[in-house]
């Protein structure tokens, strides 16, 4: 056993399948260099924040943080401001 074995518990951050539009937001905010990702507030916890950034890297700018949420919920909230940037900032 190593030092990094913690017992039979689990922190995944869950599941979720994203929807045809969501997948087609989330390929948009990535050749648009808009950098939304998940991170843990603290490690251990299954709590976690979602940070916006816009730029290429290392010289992004943060656009904000955003609430903490849970398991599966925290995919859902992502695929959430990806459809946000899409709809606001696409040309249709």
Known sequence: MTAAFRGNKKFGMGNYTRTPI????????????????????????????????????????????????GPNTIWEKVSEYQLYYYNKYAKK
């Open 22 to 69: 969501e997948e087609k937001a989330a390929l948009w905010c990535i050749a648009n260099d808009i950098c939304i990702t998940p991170r843990a507030i603290k490690w251990g916890d299954r709590i976690w924040v979602i940070d916006i950034e816009k730029g290429k890297y290392p010289n992004r700018q943060k656009l904000g943080t955003s609430d903490s949420y």
